[in-house]
């Protein structure tokens, strides 16, 4: 791999994440309506399962990944 | 000719296969050239811009289109040298036939010209300039200057508001607005 040089990649952020970062900010720098609109790409759930003995339990939504550990 | 006995019968039948397999590689290299895209017009540009939500252009000719390439901005005419580049946030501007000038502001992506006077272009968000709020840029701006500036050096968050700084600075140059 060669060296990184993007400050970001060198405080561990890939690429996606950083592309996604630019468009969250430049999404809330917008008037409304283009806004709302925009927004809508934004919004994503989390649903949690907890599997055992090779089948898959139900599925609940989760607020965030860092719960899904717990 | 007479195919009724059995020899005849099998004689006739390579003949015909041999013929078949003759003609096949030829019918599918014609219908494979069918396959090929059709060459922009003289002295114009084939545009594809696409956001994973939606499609802007989809083969459309234009004149050109310069891109706000991550190591320098350039523009791209009819028979550009093959191409691909990262885009920085900045304003990508696509020179039509008829002359119209039409910018968009985007915030990252890439753009890809391909030989045959092609380039795709694509983006998470492309948006008119006249959809950019100044006054939550400059606010935006400021909070991330200072979310940069209480953050640990090199650390995610530190990365995260210098992102923000960055493109909000983006946002700001292009409105014309003095981001420092």
């Given at each position: 791999m060669t060296t990184p040089t993007t400050f970001w990649r060198l405080a561990g952020v890939s690429y996606v994440q950083y592309v996604t970062k630019a468009t969250s900010c430049l999404r809330a720098a917008l008037k409304e309506p283009a806004k709302s609109k925009a927004m809508t790409q934004e919004t994503f759930s989390y649903n949690k399962s907890v599997w055992?003995?090779?089948?898959?339990g139900a599925k609940k939504l989760t607020d965030s990944l860092a719960a899904v550990g717990k | 000719a007479n195919v009724s006995t059995p020899t005849a019968k099998r004689i006739t039948t390579m003949f015909a296969q041999?013929?078949?397999?003759?003609?096949?590689?030829?019918?599918?290299?014609?219908a494979r050239r069918q396959f090929a895209d059709a060459a922009p017009a003289a002295g114009l540009m084939k545009l594809n811009f696409n956001l994973p939500q939606e499609t802007l252009y989809d083969a459309v000719n234009v004149k050109s289109v310069v891109v706000p390439g991550a190591t320098g901005e350039y523009e791209v005419t009819a028979d550009h040298v093959p191409i691909v580049a990262e885009m920085k946030a900045g304003m990508l501007t696509i020179n039509h036939e008829d002359g119209e000038e039409e910018k968009y502001f985007v915030a990252g992506g890439f753009s890809l010209t391909h030989e045959g006077s092609t380039t795709d272009i694509v983006c998470?968000?492309?948006?008119?300039?006249?959809?950019?709020?100044a006054a939550a840029v400059t606010k935006n701006f400021e909070a991330a200057k200072a979310k940069a500036a209480s953050a640990e050096a090199g650390s995610i968050e530190a990365a995260e508001a210098m992102i923000e700084v960055e493109t909000n600075k983006a946002m700001g140059n292009a409105l014309g607005l003095a981001m420092a």
């Open positions: 055992s003995n090779g089948e898959q | 041999l013929a078949r397999r003759a003609v096949r590689p030829a019918a599918t290299a014609a998470p968000e492309a948006v008119k300039l006249d959809d950019i709020d």
